[in-house]
């Protein structure tokens, strides 16, 4: 199992979900190489829904870098790749 590298919280309301992200570790994740720009200067972030509020700071949803897609995320079967 990978290692999940936190941004930061959210919390959802009735009319959207409010962000916080921690620029000290956006940055650190972008020089590690962990989060990619793309053409148009945008970057690519995971934001999930916790299973329970937390307690203390009452977030929602966690902020954090996106998981890798599988190598083979995407590719068809092939014919001679079948089972039957």
């Given amino acids: 199992m990978e290692e999940i590298t936190f941004l930061g919280n959210a919390w959802s309301d009735d009319y959207g ?3 916080t992200i921690n620029v000290e570790k956006l940055k ?3 020089s590690e190489g962990k989060l990619e720009t793309n053409k148009y200067g945008d970057i690519r972030i995971r934001v999930q ?3 329970a509020p937390n307690d203390k700071t009452k977030a929602t ?9 599988p190598d083979n995320f995407g590719a068809s079967s092939k014919s001679d790749d079948l089972p039957f």
């Fill in 17 to 19: 979900v409010n962000v």
């Fill in 28 to 30: 650190q994740a972008m």
């Fill in 49 to 51: 829904k916790l299973k």
């Fill in 61 to 69: 949803h966690y902020v954090a870098v996106p998981k890798p897609k």
